[in-house]
């Protein structure tokens, strides 16, 4: 059963069950963690009726609520997106096991060796609004990471959340994973107190809108993975193949328009634009997207387009999560580069272009965590970059950056071994020299 913890030293007494739980899950073998992520993936499949009903009911209870379009279809959990959930699980299951992995292999002098391995980070804060599915995709990833989690959904994903966490603790409970690796919290005050365990919480993953992840950032002393926005832009060249720039915008802004990862802005040059713009506007009305234009581009579609807003500098700063798209006609590619490093979130930037020149110049001056040509912003997933699942997506300048998989949940450490060496050897009149011999990584 899945309890709401009422105050701070509940919530710390929850959070050292998960630390323990995750010392001991840190040194289990691959061959372990990959028992568990089989056993929650089929227990996750048994438990599917309950997982989708309890789904309908939050959908349900949104809708009373008036939620807004684009947070509803974060929450909406249908059968397909489940089965394809539960597959990501074993994806992970599949990937190679980040932990122990030997980066640095040096001898410093005869009988004195360092190594640098691969290990946990410890215990992970996961903060989510709607999407259930996070829940699933981030344990599967835990365990393989050897790290132990604390799930905080949303208010809205209350019970599909109960539902998917109570499978993955059966799940484990048949296997040498300790149940409590895994927790739920449900309140808004366990949410503020969780960003106060700076003593037992090693990482903060916060998913969701802007404003939710600031506050996140603004409110924790213990280091925050996440992006703040997603403002994406694709900018069509003047090279362009138009048949291409229409499918990939019209993917890029429609396949799924609440992703962080869908266009906000189209950035057209100005040679190609009484070209491509009627027949992308066309396209993109049909699929019932909003287009708000700047001046060039509400005169190239007035003739045939009445409707066409007129963008403001507003815009260019909006991440929509819907079926709104802002179009601005630029006079080179670098007016395009350097509009979207102004206004853009570093999270995944496009060009369309057959000019090869170009499209180098565009992925070498975009400060972007995925920076594409000549196709969709929707490939910024780590699913489809094979990651299996991903925990969220970094747009900060350091490491891990992008859709954050297993490679992002694990830092290292410094072993090293010797026979009686000491400091002093290497100081003074006398002193040795240290060898630095690097030694085969596969020792």
Not at 74 to 86: A, G, M, N, S, V
Not at 133 to 150: C, M, P, R
Not at 389 to 413: C, N
Not at 416 to 426: E, L, Q, V, W
Request: charged residues 25%; proline residues 3%.
């Amino acid at each position: 059963m899945i309890v709401s913890h009422k105050n701070s030293i509940d919530l710390i007494n929850v959070a050292k069950q998960t630390r323990l739980a995750a010392m001991k899950l840190a040194v289990l073998s691959t061959e372990q963690k990959n028992q568990a992520i089989e056993a929650v993936a089929s227990a996750l499949e048994s438990a599917k009726d309950e997982i989708l009903s309890a789904n309908i009911a939050d959908c349900e209870a949104a809708t009373k609520a008036g939620i807004a379009k684009p947070l509803y279809k974060r929450l909406q959990l249908d059968e397909h997106k489940l089965r394809d959930t539960i597959t990501g699980v074993r994806d992970v299951g599949k990937l190679a096991d980040p932990v122990g992995a030997l980066q640095i292999h040096r001898e410093i002098d005869t009988g004195l060796v360092l190594k640098r391995v691969t290990c946990p980070l410890g215990v992970l804060g996961v903060i989510f609004e709607a999407r259930p599915e996070a829940a699933i995709q981030i344990a599967s990833l835990a365990i393989k990471s050897g790290n132990g989690v604390i799930l905080k959904g949303g208010k809205e994903a209350i019970n599909s959340c109960e539902a998917i966490v109570k499978a993955i603790k059966k799940g484990l409970s048949q296997t040498a994973v300790n149940p409590d690796a895994v927790q739920l919290l449900t309140t808004r005050e366990e949410t503020l107190e969780l960003l106060k365990l700076d003593r037992y919480v090693d990482l903060i993953i916060p998913r969701g809108s802007n404003s939710f992840v600031r506050f996140v950032q603004e409110n924790t002393r213990i280091p925050v993975l996440g992006h703040a926005d997603g403002i994406c832009h694709l900018y069509v060249d003047a090279t362009a193949d138009i048949d291409k720039a229409v499918t990939i915008t019209a993917d890029s802004k429609t396949h799924y328009p609440a992703a962080c990862n869908a266009i906000e802005t189209l950035l057209v040059h100005r040679s190609i634009a009484p070209q491509f713009l009627p027949k992308v506007a066309t396209i993109l009305q049909e699929l019932n997207v909003e287009l708000r234009g700047d001046e060039l581009t509400r005169n190239i579609l007035s003739s045939s387009f009445s409707n066409i807003k007129t963008a403001t500098e507003e815009d260019w700063e909006t991440e929509y999560s819907d079926l709104i798209l802002s179009i601005r006609i630029v006079d080179t590619l670098e007016d395009a580069i350097a509009h979207i490093n102004d206004y853009g979130s570093k999270h995944t930037d496009a060009i369309v272009t057959e000019n090869k020149e170009a499209a180098d110049t565009f992925l070498a001056l975009v400060n972007a965590a995925g920076v594409y040509h000549n196709c969709s912003t929707r490939f910024a997933d780590g699913f489809r970059y094979g990651f299996g699942a991903e925990v969220g997506i970094s747009t900060q300048q350091m490491p891990p950056r992008g859709p954050v998989g297993l490679e992002g949940l694990v830092t290292y450490k410094y072993q090293m071994r010797g026979d009686s060496h000491i400091c002093a050897t290497y100081t003074g009149a006398n002193a040795k020299t240290f060898t630095h011999q690097d030694l085969p990584i596969d020792a």
